[in-house]
Nanobody
Framework: QVQLVESGGGLVQSGGSLRLSCAAS????????MAWFRQAPGKEREFVAAISWISGNTYYADSVKGRFTISRDNAKNTVYLQMNSLKPEDTADYYCAAALRATISSVETERKYDYWGQGTQVTVSS
């Protein structure tokens, strides 16, 4: 059974940092694209960042470029999202997702993702 389990969310002040983790299990993810999405209260879920597990290529939403970094640890089967210079508008539930057939042109498309975690809450106070 495939499981994606997020952790690391919490409350942080504006300008602070958090590191989210996504522990993946249940299959080999070496051919997958792993991503983070987020959903703020009253808004639609949006793409944040993605990484190709096999190549390490990364992709970011414009809103987080230069502040967030996505990475992976092959030995631990874990994907991370390092979030720096956090802003109140980063407040959201953050979800980890895995896609077998995402491409550069579709990496931001939710329906391309096959598996999702339960989410972890991030609150940034002003």
């Amino acid at each position: 059974q495939v499981q994606l389990v997020e952790s690391g969310g919490g409350l942080v002040q504006s300008g602070g940092s958090l590191r989210l983790s996504c522990a993946a299990s249940g299959r080999t993810f070496s051919s997958y694209t792993m991503a983070w999405f987020r959903q703020a209260p009253g808004k639609e879920r949006e793409f944040v960042a993605a990484i190709s597990w096999i190549s390490g290529n990364t992709y970011y939403a414009d809103s987080v470029k230069g502040r967030f970094t996505i990475s992976r640890d092959n030995a631990k089967n874990t994907v991370y999202l390092q979030m720096n210079s956090l802003k109140p508008e980063d407040t959201a539930d953050y979800y980890c997702a895995a896609a077998l057939r995402a491409t550069i042109s579709s990496v931001e498309t939710e329906r391309k993702y096959d598996y999702w975690g339960q989410g972890t809450q991030v609150t940034v106070s002003s």
